[in-house]
Structure formats: C-alpha cells, structure tokens
C-alpha cells in the first residue's frame, strides 16, 4: 500500500477531472484528499490529489500522462523527506525556528548545511549536528562570493528547496536560474510596499499602523518572486523602527516555517509569478 | 446554457468523484469550480461542484442520483436570490448591515419580511420599504408568542433562511424543529466561551483579552448548533464591558453577513452537528 | 459639573506632565484617563487627558496655556457632537455603514450633507432625512468643479471633518489646503502598496495573500497623507480581482468608521506626516 | 545617570498623578515613558513610569511612598536580567522558543534550569548549556512528586518566575501560594473554552472555525488564574484535532513568549483576578 501526491497543472479544458479520477478508479486507488483550482484568466488547470493503493509510482504517472492533453504536466510524489540547504547571515529567530522545528520532528526535511556569509550562527547551529559552512564575501566580488556559494551547494545532491533566512545578500540571475522555483525567501515587509533595504525603517517613516513579512520564491528581480505566506503585526505609534524590528521577528519567523511547511508537503503550484496553493 | 450548484453528500467509498464527474463530463458539463471533503472519522464524503452546460435541472439531478449509491443526498441548484426573513429585537448594527447589503445589491436575497418583538426598529426598515411585523411578547406566555410567530411566518411561502439578527429571544425546540437548519443565529461571544446571557460581561468579568462573536445554525440547544463563521476583536484592560459590547458589534455584524452570504451561495453542509464549507 | 479632553503636543521638555497634573490638582479636576508619548526622533511630547470638575473651559486653557512653554499648542474641547459631511460618488457600502451608525446614534457627529458628483446615492441618504448634493463634474474642468465643491461646502458653517466615503476624484492642494487635517479619506489598498488607481488589480496581479485598506488624513500628495488606521483580509489564490474588491469593501467601511471614531472623539495628533493616536 | 521603572498601584483619589510627578520633577527625573490606568469599578488606580535621572532606588521608593496615600503599594525597580525556571514535560516547541530567544539575547532573563517530570527534552536543553533536572512522577503520589520539586525549586535563589511551558501536571494550591502570582502557564486553548484535557479535540468536537491560546497567571483554580495574553489561529472543516494542535502549537509559542515579555518588562499588574498590561 503506497501513498502518492499527484500535482498537474495543464491547459483547462473540459473532462480534466474526469480523466484523472478514471484512472484513480480503474486503479482501485483511494482519494485521501483533492484540490482543484482552474485560473480563468489565463485557462490553466491545477489539480492536487493524495491517494492510495497498489500502484507502483511509474506506473500511476504514465496512466495520467497518457490520459492528459500533451501540454499536462504532471508529478507523482512519494511523501518523504525532502533536501534543504538554509543560508543565513548573523540573525537567528528565523533560523532557530526551523532548527527547532526540525529537532521537534515537525518538518518533513533533512537539512543537508546551514550557509553562511559570516560564522555568528556556527555555534547554534553546530548544537543540533548540522554542518555549517562559512564562506566570507570579505574581499570577493559579488560574482566571486557567489561562485563559491554554488560550488559548495553542487557539492550537494538531490538539493529540493535552498531557504534563505535571513540571508541579507542578493543573488544574481546566475544563481537563481540554477535553483529556479527552489529558493524560497523571506522579505521582511509585506510586499509589496517597502521593497528594498531597512523596510522596518521606511515602515516607520511613513507612520503604519500595520507591518509584516512575506515569504516568496526568488526569481530575478529582488522581491518580486511569486509570494507564498505573508503574515501580520499591528503597530502604534510607540513603536520604533527598532521596535517594528523586534516584533516583525516574530512574523518573519511564522511565515518562513508555513511557506517551508507548504512547499514540503508538495502544496505550492507556481505560475504566471503567483502562486497556487492547495 | 444554464448554471448549476450540485452538492452532494453520501457514505465515502472509492468512486464517488469518478461517477459524478463522468455524469458532468458525459453531458458536455463545464466544471467552473470542484470542492470535496472526506470526513475520516464519520466516514462521511462531501462536495460542491458548480458546473454550465446545456441540461434541465431535472435531468442533471437524475443522472447523479442513479449513479450515486442510495445513501447519497443530491441537490442541484439554480442559482437564484433566496427569500429570507429577518428576526430583531432592538440592536440595530446586525440589521443595518444586511439592509445595506441588501440596497447595494450585494445579497442573492429577497428580505420579506422583518419581524420583531418591538417596534423600535420599524422606522429603520420602513425606509428600506420592507415590511415590518411587531408581534408583541408582552402578557403573552413564551408559547403564545412563539405560536403568533410561527403562524406570521407561516403566510411567507418558501421561506429559505431565518436570520436572528440579535433577535434576543429563545426559539423552544417546537419552533427550531419547523426550520432545522434554516435559522441562521448571531451569538454575541466567541461559542462556546460565555453561552448565555450578557457575554460581554462575563468576558469583562474573566479579563479576557479577545473577544468573538459567532455566527450558527440554531438547533434545540440554546447556543449549541452547528458553527458557521466565528470572528474576534482584542480588547484590553482599558475596555469597560460597555466598551467591549460596543467594539463586539463590528464582529457580530461582520460574522452574520458572513454566514447569510454562505448560505446564500449553497457552500454549507451540516452534519454530526459541526458545518463544511466550501 | 463639566467634563474636558485636553490635548497638548510641545517640545518634550522635563516637567510637563508634572505642570499639567498641577493644574488639574490645583483646580480640583478629576483626571479619567491620562496618555502621553514622548516622540523621541523629533523630541515631542504628546498629551490627551479627559477631565471632569467645576471650571470654566477657557479659564482651565488659560491657566494651561500660562504654566506650559510657549511652543506647545493646546486645545480644551467640550465633548459634544461634531459636524460633518460625507463626499461620495457611486459606491454605497462606506457611506451605509456611516449612515447606519448615525442613526444608531453611535457617531458624536450630526452629518450636515452628503456631496456628491453623481446622483446614484441620493435615494439611500434621502432615506435618512439627510441632504444630498449633486456636484456634478460632467463638462467642467477639475478646477472648476472643485471651485463649485467649495463654494457647496462653505455655505456649512464649523465644518469639522470632510469625510471622503469612496470618493473616486482627486482633490487639489487648493482643496486641501482648506481643510487641513480635517480630510479624511479611504484608500482601498493596504497603503503604501498599490497606490493609485485599482489597487486590487494590481494586488490581484502580484498574487498577494492578504489585502487591505487604510483610513488616512489627505494631503497634498495623493495617498500619503498620514495614517489613521489599517484593516487586513487575508485572501487565497482562488480570489479574482473582483473578488478582492468585494472583500476588501468589508475592511474599507471598518477602517474608515474607526478613523472617524477616532477623530470625533478627539483621540489624533497629527506631526511629521505621521498620527499619534490615543 | 540610572533607570528605573515604577510601578503603583492605590485606591483611586485625585493628584495621584500630580504627587507621582512632583517627585520626579522635583528630582531631575526624566520621564520616559508613562502609563496610567483607572479601574473604575474597583477605584484602582494604576501607574507604570519608566524614568531616569541621579537618584538612588531607595531614595526614589521612599520618597514616592512618603507622598502617596499609606494603601499604595509601589515598586521601583532597575531593569535588569530576571531569574527564571521552565517546567516541562515532553512537548519541545515553547521551551525551544523561549531557548531561541535566549540564545539570541532577546530575553531580560537568566534561565536557571529547565525541570521535567520526564527525561525527553534533557538533550535539547543540554545544548545550550543551561541545568536540565528530572524529578520524575512515577511511583510518587501527587503531594510526594510537588514536594520535590518544590524542594528542588527552593535550592534556587531569587527566582522571579516560574514558566510552565507545556507542563501537564496540576499544581496543587500548596505549590501556587508559595509563587503567587509568579507562575506564568499556556493553557492551549482560547479560555474560558474548553478548560480542561484535551482542548484540541474539545474544540474539533464543536466545530469551531478558530482556536487559540491563552497565558495566565496560575493560581488555586486550574486555567482560571489571570490571563496575560491570548492568540487565535482560523481552522476550518478540514482540520482534524491532531491538524488543531499542530496549528495550535505556533499560537502557544507566541503567547507564551510574549507573556514572558511582558513579565520581564514589568508591565503586567494583577488585580481581582485580571491583569492590566501597559
């Protein structure tokens, strides 16, 4: 008895659902839960399923493949631990809540490395078994540090999601191509107001009354990957910016663990720069 | 070309997905949107399909049934407004709020009737052209008022929700059981914190820090029935029980137009007295 | 037995609160509620106290005014109800819950007009018994519509706050130069994001999880004026843009009727662009 | 140059404010912040200064009693780290919160130990360095098992206070008097809902559309001790109980942590059984 996530997305066209719950029942296979979602504005199909049953996972993706219009694309996933790289820079709630989280047993991940520019969080993490690995920016370019960042992450196989908490350099195309769709950030603004650098002080300047922090995928342009999560904190004017600082922390941290938790669990579909999420 | 809602809920076995959308794809249905839950422990599988084609009402309705094993529930729906009777006493936030709604078009509901144990609100409606029907409860014992106002209600032919909206009397199960899931009640607290009388006080009284207000079906238990939307406020020390009440209103409004406009689209299941919503 | 809100902003000096307590202590006021903030950026201080005892309005002024540096700005306010008026163009739900909170009486305003550049709102305010005016700007440049706006709005004497209800045309710095801190507009976004024209497409197109809307003072750049407040709606993917925007009316009419609570009750300080609200 | 933070509470009179600020004006004190609070049911007045100037504590105590009314109880207090303990039993995701947080030096605390009925958690905490002691409950009646802990806890000096993060034992009222109203717990619900075992499938049971947590004070009756802060999450039809409490434990965290905040900050006083936070 085998359990499978069966994600496609295709052009909408009538008989989509028909066809993939043919297969499902042909093959005596059990639906644990289904989603569907079609996007008009752009005639897209998005299907999630889990099921179960005697089915072998070569053989359930070559039924729908063979079901489905040639423009499907189609995955079948067996639940399992999936491969994450962290990289940081020298702030560690965010960090800290996943370490944790993963010592709890709560996340569906092995954490291959943590990644870092400096070795403030070597300690921390080096409490949990993790390897850390420092590689200075100090006297390299940007393209040199980031080199070396990829070299080291080759060196890694089967790499599923690269998580940026609290990284606090950007990445170039170059290196966003190679991991498309597989780095998910976190912004610390509610995107898309305060893009950019020091949001918590342009937050402050403008006088809200409401901060947050948004997770997203990173794609070449700077904050403006597909969001995942975004999240909440009201603030008055007692607040610094420092202290928009402090309690946006909390929100950072909340939203990086439930678009690492989405994308674990094989819930996020991305198009059109947006996301769909089931 | 005709638009259907069809729910459905039935025993879970393999197939149930299957069979229906084989029925909407072999009648040339388009599938605008799919939702389906299985509830594990009651076994218990539900969904909402809404579909346009070229088929009678009827004939869609049939189709399903004979296909679906014979535990199964069907109903197709065409949609169209609903008719709705409105219960106050003599709080005018909640009513207000559905009477704008109603004037801007934004309700799938024709409001029949308001009906009230005092007139302080008949000037309200009057304005809205509604009409507006005082039944007195003064020297009447609970049953003769209930009885005038079953027998008032009883002249509206195909009545499909009773709101209560702050409707501050007892229903007797005599009452409740003519409209099993047909009246949609307010609670002016975060069920099941604080049933019955002046939760506003008891909040107050117990120093909590949220306040809620909850929106359900009414059934023979007072405060009891199935949960359809629920919604907080934070307060604090500051807030007098007074305070809490007035800032409770915005929830309390906000949680019943909720529930009326998910009642009107047909997205509520009752079963084992909790709701699905789709 | 007179009951006063006083509200001081000065430059933060040593002794402040201990010079006003004294005033209250010599004078044999009770002090109800006391807030003060120290905006330590700018090195101002912020004070609101509600007072009751047997004193002349200008007299306890007067002996304020005498004890405090000559660069604080001090107002002694009766609490009673303000005047104000409500521009509008085609949208009901801002204005509704306005005019249901008015007759609720639950506004300390009397609400001398409703102005409008189109005529569809009239018969809703003409319900109400409140008059409605038609301003229409069909064949006029904006200068001169405006002019005729004006001259509309000066024939209402002590006009204390100008509420802009959904009214869809941008003022002029001429406009707003007459009623300074005294405008108070709704923006249907969650500001600093998507200012400008439709900004629920423009949520809509980024793919964010949760929309907003912010009650702010107008000023002479459009959108920026300070912040009143800020409400948020979480939305999914499953949105449309007009989906987004018949939401995003719930957080549009909360925020707005909290900012002009918040005003009438004189609980806003207005400085460098930002409010300090109590 | 010294801060201190002062805190008052006292029946209600007038000039309790003018006598509190004449001694800080008549000492050169600066004032930072200021919050004050009526209780006007109890006649409570409530008062928290944080202010800083040439004094010495004592000298400030002193002169502030001599000046209030013999009822009033105040505290002067420099800011500075507080010593507490963390009860657990097997739950690792607040105490890994609170770990984090003091790791990262966002916490005013020195964490003396972590105590356990059980030995599961002893490795995380062992990674920080910080005393991990086990008094087991097996075999021991419930007095005999509280006595040694409670003899346990006495081994440490000036303890502020007692954490319970997920603690499943109840403590007995010889327990809570020897640390009146310093014992902060989570109770993992949304009290006063489903006070007791198992709040999660309590809630699942009903229905509810949000969960929440709640942290208190701990006093004589179980989950009815002051509450500090409360946090809700928004479920819905598809989450099962163990769904709630997974959820459940982000909310938890939150609320706990911030209640130690508040704790460490001196910003919490409790009265009749409720807290008023500045």
New interface residues.
Partial sequence: MSQYRVLIDADDE??L??KV??V??NN??????????????NNKFFMRSVVDGEIALDKLKQLIVEILPSNANVKVIEPKKKNIIIMVTKE??AL??I???H??D?LEANILAVVSNYDELES?VG??GIPFITISHIDLSRDEHESKVLECLAQFKDVDYIVLAKYMRILTPKFVEVYENKIINIHHS?????IGSNPYKQAYD?????I?ATSHFVNNNLDEG???????IRV???Y?WRDMQ?SGK?AEK?VLSHAIKLALEDRIFVFA?????F
Same sequence: chains 1, 2, 3, 4.
């Fill in positions: 009538k008989g659902v028909y719950s043919t499902f029942y005596d296979l059990n639906i644990l839960s289904n989603s569907e979602f079609v996007d008009k504005d560690m709630h800290g809540d370490l944790i989280r010592e709890a709560e921390l409490k949990f509610f995107l898309p107001a305060f403008r006088g809200v009354k409401i947050g597909p969001i995942i999560a975004q999240e909440v008055d004017h007692a610094s402090r909390d909340v720069n947006k996301t769909v999420i």
